[in-house]
């Protein structure tokens, strides 16, 4: 190669850099209450952004999970084999208190360090952030069934990452998964027809499939099946306490579009044991806080991914000449960079403001859990949405360079979609937004009474909140709600990151973004920032070296 020409004009690694080095995150951290965690989240984000670190990420999803029913005899085993560098992963993220320690350890703003600890670690590798996601989603619901959340919980919650199978309650920590979705129902669980028999000794049988089971080497399951009662939620361990394996059948593991590091499984059940957790046959309700903590972490899963792909962007085009100038001083660069960067803190303070929202509903606080209830909903369907387009045009800003899988921009675009599936695709989300509207009316003004903290301090965003009032009257017409709930869900969302910037925010990040989604000057695309926007200002504090 070097006998015909020489390599130039080619950005080096982007390597040893730390995801913390964030304004907007740290920002957050200080303002709500969150600190004193700010030395730990700084640590792990350099940690994040170290070469080995990206090593175990490309080697993750370039070897994916392998599942194996049956060992070489012919027995049933149902294991999933991990690269070594799945297991480095999620030692890492255990250790740390990203699982659901939060739930354990407590005190003012612990839920929110979690969330900046998610959302910096996630940038590394997303994939293991499912389970690290479900066992911290496992607790709230476990508790609905107090004998087991007594037994159970100080395992999910412990910080050691114990991977294997071995009866839970003999095991140093656990990983918790979920198991609802089936094939004739997918997001209607009302629909399932898996089924649950009681049995003398106070557990259940469980006999029936699921199409989507998350992270089947799970510990134990959080399942959904039809008792005589109804639709109720069941407490399912891999391995029995006597150590037998469980009737808990691996068919075999999805070949998914993206999150390849992650196994995703059908599984049947053959007279499967479980516990039940909540009251049967409202297994439903049971179930709900454990979708609202991943809805949660879905957004912020979508803002790291977001900010992780904002990163190669700035770094490729700063290092990167094309027409006699560095990319990232052209105009058009420019604004195509500040609007993704625009973007991008919005997601985060959103992110960050609904896990600070969780801590104080904790707390006792009835007007910040109403808040959440709306807000969660409508930032699921939202910044999830807008995770893909941000993904895409990120990876775009790297040219030809941005489509091969060394640059690790195509795992980041293949990532994007999930986010805004799990939990919830746009429609269920935004059908969610409806049913909060309609039956908590506390919901809506606890929300109003957080956008409306920034009235009079700019002009478009009242103008904002004054259109999202009318809009939220067309909905008294029946015929018309489902058709609106779309852009009802988006202009919640918008309206509330605009009130966010305005008041915490970089005024000229407030400024571009009310300019561009709260005013009428909005193109179709990223880069359409109008003429005015402070470019310099917005990307010098999104390549801030050091946030502090």
């Known amino acids: 190669m070097s006998a015909t020409h020489e390599v130039l004009n080619q950005a080096p690694p982007l390597t040893g850099f730390t995801t913390a080095d964030d304004p907007a995150l740290l920002e957050a951290l200080r303002r709500d209450g969150a600190a004193g965690a700010e030395a730990e989240v700084r640590e792990l984000g350099a940690r994040a952004g170290s070469a080995e670190v990206q090593e175990w990420a490309r080697t993750a999803e370039a070897h994916p999970p392998v599942a194996h029913t049956h060992d070489r005899y012919g027995h049933r085993v ?17 250790e740390s208190g990203q699982h659901a320690a939060p739930w354990a350890e407590g005190g003012p703003g612990a839920h929110l360090a979690r969330a900046a600890k998610f959302y910096v670690w996630a940038q590394a590798e997303p994939g293991h952030g499912c389970p690290v996601s479900m066992t911290y989603a496992a607790v709230p619901a476990l508790r609905a069934e107090p004998a087991l959340a007594a037994v159970y919980e100080p395992l999910l919650a412990a910080r050691s990452y114990d991977f294997g199978l071995r009866p839970p309650l003999g095991k140093r920590g656990l990983i918790a998964g979920m198991s609802m979705t089936e094939k004739q129902g997918g997001s209607d669980v009302r629909a399932n027809t898996t089924t649950a028999v009681p049995s003398a000794d106070g557990s259940y049988v469980i006999t029936g499939h699921k199409w989507f089971t998350s992270a089947p080497m799970s510990d134990v399951f959080l399942v959904l099946a039809q008792a005589p009662e109804g639709l109720t939620c069941f407490l399912m361990p891999r391995v029995l306490p006597d150590g037998t394996r469980n009737a808990l059948r691996i068919q075999r593991l999805k070949d998914k579009l993206g999150n390849r590091s992650n196994a995703s499984a059908e599984v049947e059940y053959e007279g499967a044991v479980a516990w039940r957790v909540g009251e049967p046959g409202r ?17 912020i899963g979508s803002a790291a991914g977001m900010r992780a792909g904002l990163r190669q962007a700035l770094h490729h085009t700063a290092h ?24 991008s803190e919005a997601a985060t303070v959103l992110a960050m403001r609904l896990a600070a929202a969780l801590d104080r509903s904790e707390a006792g606080d009835a007007g910040e859990a109403a808040l959440r209830r709306l807000a969660l909903a409508a930032g699921k369907y939202w910044v999830c949405k807008r995770g893909s387009a941000h993904a895409a045009e990120a990876l775009e800003c790297l040219g030809g360079n941005g489509y091969v ?76 709600a489902q058709l609106l709930a779309r852009r009802v869900a988006e202009q919640l969302t918008l309206v509330l990151q605009g009130s966010l910037l305005v008041r915490h925010g970089t005024p000229a990040v407030a400024d571009a973004f009310c300019a561009s989604r709260l005013d009428a000057d909005w193109g179709n695309a990223f880069g359409t920032l109008p003429p005015g926007a402070d470019l310099g200002a917005i990307l010098e504090r999104a390549r801030a070296k050091d946030a502090r």
């Open 283 to 299: 297994g439903v309700r049971t179930i709900v806080e454990m979708v609202n903590m991943t809805r949660l972490d879905c957004v």
């Open 405 to 480: 899988e060394e640059s690790g921009m195509p795992r980041l675009y293949r990532e994007a979609p999930l986010l805004s599936i799990w939990e919830g695709s746009g429609n269920v989300a935004a059908l969610d937004v409806l049913r909060a509207l309609g039956r908590e009316p506390a919901a809506l003004a606890a929300y109003f009474a957080e956008v409306e903290a920034a009235a009079g301090a700019d002009a478009r965003l009242d103008a904002a909140v004054a259109r999202l009032r009318r809009l939220l009257g067309e909905l008294a017409d029946p015929g018309r």
């Open 320 to 343: 990167r000449r094309a027409f006699g100038a560095e990319l990232i001083d052209q105009p058009l660069m420019r604004n195509v960079l500040a609007d993704l960067a625009v973007e």
């Open 78 to 94: 149902d294991e999933v084999e991990f690269h070594p560098s799945w297991h480095q992963l999620m030692t890492v993220a255990v």
